[in-house]
């Protein structure tokens, strides 16, 4: 007997699972990842783009890409200045 995911998911909800990943934007079922429509996860990550910014000052702006579908976030996205000294 294979001990995975998949086997424990269905011994917990009675269900065997159809996939494990979305079908929106193959992500991980089971990943607890932040979400754009929650706002306290929204919260989170625009404090985290803030953080960046703080932090490093080579960066222009940051860009939170989420899928359009289900609002997982998928990544951030930094952008750096165009000056000659962030590229020496």
Not at 55 to 73: F, N, P, S, V, Y
Request: one cysteine or more.
């Amino acid at each position: 007997m294979k001990l995975d995911r998949s086997y424990f998911k269905e011994k917990h909800t009675g269900k065997k699972p159809e996939s494990q990943y979305t079908i929106c934007c193959n992500q991980l079922v089971d990943r607890d990842i932040l979400n754009k429509n929650n706002k306290d996860d929204y919260e989170l990550m625009e404090g985290y783009c803030e953080a960046s910014l703080q932090q490093h000052t080579a960066i222009d702006h940051i860009k939170i890409e989420c899928c359009e579908e289900c609002g997982r976030l998928i990544k951030y996205v930094s952008v750096l200045t165009q000056t000659r000294d962030n590229w020496k």
